[in-house]
């Protein structure tokens, strides 16, 4: 682990600092000077402007390596998110900004646990605060859909939730992070952000998290809707919306102020001469639903089907179909069955299927009311 002064001088040959224009705190012992009615803490109060909550997570964009160069190999979430603030003086231009550690994980290890607590804490400390105008969330990028599309399906009041990442560490030549947090920070803040759900914003682009996924393992420009497109972008941290705010078709919105859990929902990728015993195993494992990444728009094998109608009206578990392609829709017509409710996923990839279909078997969704959900996501 770095220390809190290596890794700020790491994060600020990356940063590129302008000169600080407004009055911050530099004391590393107690680094605050305002703490606000519900315990948030920030290092400057100004009156002009807006007040932000940063949740951290962890991953890329907190990452550390002894290599400049190392854009693999690294340890994901290895600073604290008052490191991150602090490397991005110019977060204090645009926002009073508070940071809130929910955990400091690599995304591949961010759980439903993490999720709820999550979205209860933007809920508690931004939604129901009149003084906050936004949330910004950190986090690592191999699963950030699945958590951009959770928050937008779970805080529905309006406030922007932005959630950010990176695609090289903190300390690598031209970190990404430090740059798209500040972006992330103005978008939060703006005006213009506000009623369009959740969003993701990297590399100058903002997307809906509704439609956006990640399509490149290693590349900054990874982030993008590849039917819908983005929501806007933006150009010397000033971000401009192609066209108003809009509700996505098919999006639904859960409250999750009295879950505890998530039920288990596995996802099988589905592939030449399939096995069904993968299918069996994981009801045998404790999956309360499934969702299959199938063939184009949703096929699977014909031994596999009869597996599914066995588990569908037999051990009452829902499956939803989606695809593999990663993109395009998957039909109702194209599954439908006279001896099984097959649920179709529409335009919603497998992990974002998982998500939905999680939250609708936590608010105790029966096998038509969770089809009833995903049928507004479909054309046909």
């Not at 094998?301 to 998957?330: K, L, W, Y």
Request: include cysteine.
């Amino acid at each position: 682990m770095l220390s809190l002064a290596t890794s700020l001088a790491l994060l600020a040959s990356v940063s590129h600092a302008s000169p600080i224009l407004q009055t911050r705190q530099t004391n590393e012992t107690n680094p605050f000077v305002f703490t606000n009615s519900n315990g948030l803490n920030f290092t400057q109060m100004n009156s002009s402007l807006p007040n932000v909550a940063i949740f951290a997570t962890g991953g890329t964009i907190a990452g550390s390596s002894d290599s400049s160069t190392a854009t693999a190999g690294y340890t994901a979430g290895a600073l604290g998110i008052m490191t991150l603030i602090s490397a991005v003086p110019e977060l204090l231009n645009v926002s009073n900004v508070a940071g809130i550690q929910i955990s400091n994980v690599g995304s591949e290890d961010v759980t439903s646990t993490i999720l709820l607590t999550l979205a209860k804490e933007i809920n508690k400390y931004v939604c129901q605060d009149d003084s906050m105008a936004g949330a910004v969330v950190t986090h690592g990028t191999d699963v950030l859909e699945e958590t951009a599309f959770f928050l937008d399906a779970t805080v529905n009041c309006g406030k922007p939730v932005v959630v950010v990442g990176a695609m090289r560490p903190a300390t690598a030549i031209s970190a990404d992070g430090p740059f798209n947090l500040l972006e992330a920070v103005t978008v939060a803040v703006s005006p213009e952000a506000k009623d369009r759900g959740a969003m993701v914003v990297m590399n100058d682009r903002i997307t809906s998290a509704y439609y956006v996924t990640k399509t490149n393992a290693n590349t900054m420009d990874t982030f993008r809707a590849p039917e819908q497109g983005h929501l806007g972008a933006l150009l010397s941290n000033t971000p401009y919306f192609y066209y108003p705010p809009v509700k996505p078709t098919g999006k639904s919105e859960y409250a999750v102020d009295n879950v505890t859990s998530i039920p288990r929902v596995d996802i099988l990728f589905a592939y030449e001469d399939m096995h069904s015993d993968t299918l069996y195993n994981a009801v045998k494992s404790g999956a309360k639903g499934v969702v299959i990444a199938g063939a184009g728009a949703g096929g699977v094998s014909t031994p596999f089907n009869a597996a599914m109608e066995d588990v569908i009206s037999n051990h009452c578990i829902p499956i939803v179909q989606s695809t593999r392609a990663m993109s395009g829709e998957v039909p109702s017509t194209g599954i439908s069955s006279d001896t099984a409710l097959h649920i179709a996923s529409g335009y919603l990839n497998p992990m974002k299927s998982r998500i939905l279909l999680g939250l609708l078997l936590a608010h105790g969704k029966n096998m038509t009311e969770i089809a009833e959900a995903f049928a507004p996501s479909t054309v046909a």
